[in-house]
C-alpha cells in the first residue's frame, strides 16, 4: 500500500536549498519514490499554516520510504535540511 510523506518547510537559505536539492536529485526515484508535490505556490484555505513550501512524496510501501529516510545516502542531506530549515512533517498510508 502506498504511503505519503508530507513536509511543510521553510528554508534559512535558498543557497542551502539548492545544495539540497542537487543531491536529492534523482534519489527518490532510487528508492522507489516519486514526488507528487514539490511547490511554494498553494493556497491556504483552512487553519493558519505558513510553510514557505509544501512537498508531498509517494513511496510503494512503508518499507521503501524507511529504506530511504533511513539511508546512509540521505542522511547527510536529512542533516542538512534539519539545520537550515524549521519543518513538519508526517509519512501516512493512503487508501
Same mark, same amino acid.
Given at each position: ?9 521553510? *528554508? ?17 526515484? #532510487? ?13 491556504? @484555505?483552512?487553519?493558519? *499554516? #505558513? ?15 524507511? =529504506? *530511504? ?12 535540511? @534539519?539545520?537550515?530549515?524549521?519543518? =513538519?512533517?508526517? @509519512?501516512?498510508?493512503?487508501?
Amino acid at each position: 500500500m502506498a504511503v505519503y510523506f508530507v513536509l511543510q518547510i521553510k *528554508w534559512d537559505s535558498e543557497e542551502v536549498l539548492r545544495t539540497y536539492a542537487q543531491g536529492l536529485s534523482g534519489m527518490i526515484e #532510487k528508492h522507489g519514490g516519486r514526488f507528487i508535490v514539490a511547490s511554494k505556490d498553494f493556497q491556504v @484555505v483552512e487553519g493558519t *499554516w #505558513k510553510p514557505g513550501r509544501l512537498i508531498v512524496l509517494e513511496f510503494p510501501t512503508m518499507q521503501t520510504f524507511r =529504506d *530511504w529516510y533511513d539511508s546512509e545516502e540521505y542522511r547527510p542531506l536529512r542533516e542538512l535540511r @534539519v539545520r537550515n530549515s524549521r519543518s =513538519d512533517a508526517v @509519512v501516512a498510508t493512503g487508501l
